[in-house]
């Protein structure tokens, strides 16, 4: 009998702790994260969030536009190509945030459609657009360089960043198409545990 009160109140006890540390608020961000900027992101469902709201899990970040019809598809398939490499198991400790920069026309509406269009998995993506007076700094933080035409396009680098649960950059490529670059396959399967 002893044993067995012994037991319950060592289940108790857990459980109020367990309550207690889910109450804590989220640890401070290191300073080297991306998720120091300020940045509220509408995504294609609507829903407008501080990108701090992505940490949690290893996540590949690039910025893209929607009506880009060259390079920023094989932005998106670069990403795919990415998660084939992966076991399933491992797709599911990874994220993927593409960052609009073009605000002005890269409404809700016209993310989801990419996202129906490349059959992109919506638990693990994320297409969303800032502020258009964010589209700078989110550039600046991730390291992609871009000018807009007088046509309304964009001249811009093209590059996959790995960042890890807390928004730190672990890796960068700049090959993007459908045949990944190992060295940074191999950090994403690091990152997420494989």
């Not at 702790?17 to 804590?24: D, F, H, M, R, S």
């Not at 001249?155 to 649960?165: E, T």
Request: charged share 25%; aromatic share 6%.
């Amino acid at each position: 009998m002893k044993r067995l009160l012994r037991g319950l109140a060592a289940t108790v006890l857990l459980g109020f702790a367990a309550i207690a540390g889910a109450a804590q608020p989220a640890p401070a961000l290191p300073g080297d994260s991306i998720y120091q900027l300020p940045l509220p992101l509408t995504d294609s469902n609507g829903q407008t969030r501080d990108w701090r709201a992505l940490r949690g899990k290893p996540r590949l970040v690039s910025m893209f536009y929607t009506s880009c019809q060259y390079i920023c598809p094989l932005i998106v398939e670069s990403g795919k190509a990415v998660e084939r490499q992966l076991t399933p198991a491992q797709q599911k400790q990874l994220g993927v945030a593409l960052i609009s920069m073009d605000p002005a026309r890269d409404d809700p509406a016209a993310l989801k459609k990419v996202v129906e269009q490349r059959k992109l998995d919506a638990a693990r993506w994320t297409l969303a657009s800032p502020r258009a007076d964010d589209v700078r700094a989110v550039a600046g933080v991730l390291g992609i360089r871009y000018r807009q035409l007088a046509d309304g396009e964009f001249n811009h680098s093209s590059a996959l960043i790995l960042v890890d649960a807390d928004g730190r950059i672990l890796a960068r490529t700049e090959k993007i198409g459908s045949q990944p670059d190992p060295d940074f396959v191999a950090a994403v399967r690091k990152a997420v545990g494989g």
